[in-house]
T-cell receptor, first 112, second 112 residues
Framework: NAGVTQTPKFRVLKTGQSMTLLCAQD?????MYWYRQDPGMGLRLIHY???????AKGEVPDGYNVSRLKKQNFLLGLESAAPSQTSVYFC???????????FGSGTRLTVV | QKEVEQDPGPLSVPEGAIVSLNCTYS??????FMWYRQYSRKGPELLMY????GNKEDGRFTAQVDKSSKYISLFIRDSQPSDSATYLC????????????FGQGTTLQVKP
């Protein structure tokens, strides 16, 4: 009964490098989300998905791409990392008609 | 102006005190209101969920929504050191996309 699992938990990238953050949920949720959390800014939505094969932009999508090839997985990609992308990234999931999100434990990303 | 505003604190209270946490929101279409609790270096967890106006009670926690003034409150009775965390309010409309808008979070410390 894992809930929402994020990998990796920590990562340090150099400017310009690329990486993919993986989110996996085992609750059969339709909706999945990627947020970033920065001091004083709260949680800001990057991208979200309302079902397998769908993605949509959130509040701060620039510099990120996502894919939802399987219902249980939601991938967040950084093609060319920038120091401004240093943040804690949270994945969440929910049923379509419920707003009770289940969050993962986060990925701490530092771009140097 | 953010759609959901929350005083970041920090708020420090003695054990046993009644704590009042508050948010304001600007979007009249919001109908779902939530409070999440986030311990240090962990993901947020759903604490309270309210639809439309009114009160909801769960143990020592009471959530209150006043749609006329666009005000969201969380009350914690008999506060405990284990309540020390960041509390995030969140709201969503009825568009059924599941997109929550979060406040910045209020950091609470309950001192023994």
């Amino acid at each position: 009964n894992a809930g929402v699992t994020q990998t990796p938990k920590f990562r340090v990238l150099k400017t310009g490098q690329s990486m993919t953050l993986l989110c996996a949920q085992d609750m059969n949720h339709e909706y999945m989300y990627w947020y970033r959390q920065d001091p004083g800014m709260g949680l800001r939505l990057i991208h979200y998905s309302v079902g397998e094969g769908t993605t949509a932009k959130g509040e701060v999508p620039d510099g990120y791409n996502v894919s939802r090839l399987k219902k249980q997985n939601f991938l967040l990609g950084l093609e060319s990392a920038a120091p401004s992308q240093t943040s804690v990234y949270f994945c969440a999931s929910s049923y379509s008609d419920s707003y009770g999100y289940t969050f993962g434990s986060g990925t701490r990303l530092t771009v140097v | 102006q953010k759609e959901v505003e929350q005083d970041p604190g920090p708020l420090s209270v003695p054990e046993g005190a009644i704590v009042s946490l508050n948010c304001t929101y600007s979007n009249s279409a919001f109908q779902y209101f939530m409070w999440y609790r986030q311990y240090s270096r962990k993901g947020p967890e759903l604490l309270m969920y309210t639809y439309s106006s009114g009160n909801k009670e769960d143990g020592r926690f009471t959530a209150q929504v006043d749609k006329s003034s666009k005000y969201i409150s969380l009350f914690i009775r008999d506060s405990q050191p284990s309540d020390s965390a960041t509390y995030l309010c969140a709201s969503a409309g009825s568009s059924n996309t599941g997109k929550l808008i979060f406040g910045q979070g209020t950091t609470l410390q309950v001192k023994p």
